[in-house]
């Protein structure tokens, strides 16, 4: 076995084997085409898109080879880490082709993670949160339709009581949740002003979707999405990249 099969077969998600299979397509046409450095932009993205059709075929084959007692497992273990929408799309076309069963479709399909980062939803908020922000990626969950929110939030606190660290972010009751410790603790003068900067912001995410990041006029408060991002037509939630992603 090519030892880089060896090192693609040891990666668990779409996410890496896309990824690896990128690089490795890439790599393997500077060498063939001897391209020195420069490389066309259209060159890259037919490279790029060859390495993720050809993870996502290989994917399908696993999964229509596999033992049906095996295929959940594997599903599972491969979509664990939430892939671009039009990957998802592909794999579906893949499994057609290959005739898949149905209960297989239905398989993969309850594997695919409820939520999505951002850049792998291209109709979501596409912001960047602002990098100086600190918050433990466990306790990291904003969706990213408040990216602009949380970014004022983060500029008025930041300048009222200076450095500060972040508990947990993410959404409670449809609302901004925000939780920022001074960096020099708490004291009788910032609590007050740190929670008034977060009163507003979590009024400000009541009026804005979560989703895409638009105002919301009616701000009905059973919903944190725009009447063009209801949950019943754009389930997958979105996920804000960490600050300083990339
Ligand atoms: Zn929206």
Known sequence: MDPLDEDLAGMPTLDERIKFTWTRRLFEAHLERDLDGEYDPEVLLAIRAQG????????AAELVFASPDRRAGIAATRLSEPVH??????????????DAPQDLVDVVTRSIPR??????????????????????PDRWSLPAGW???VNE????????????????VGQKLNRLRYQA???GGFTDANRGIVTELRDRAIEASRRTCSYCGR??????????????????????HVRARLPGWR
């Open 153 to 168: 939030l983060n500029q008025d606190l930041f300048d009222a009581i200076g450095p500060y660290d972040v508990g947990a």
């Open 147 to 149: 990216i602009g929110v």
């Open 52 to 59: 993720t059709a050809e993870a996502i075929a290989a994917l």
């Open 115 to 136: 939520w999505r980062w951002q850049d792998q939803q291209p109709d979501a908020c596409q912001l960047r949160v602002h990098p100086l922000i600190k918050c433990d």
């Open 181 to 183: 410790v001074p960096a």
């Open 85 to 98: 929408a039009h990957e998802i799309e592909q794999l579906h076309r893949e499994l057609q082709m290959l």
């Open 215 to 236: 105002h919301r006029d009616d701000a009905d408060p059973y919903t944190d999405r725009c009447t063009e991002h209801p949950l019943s037509t754009h389930p997958t």
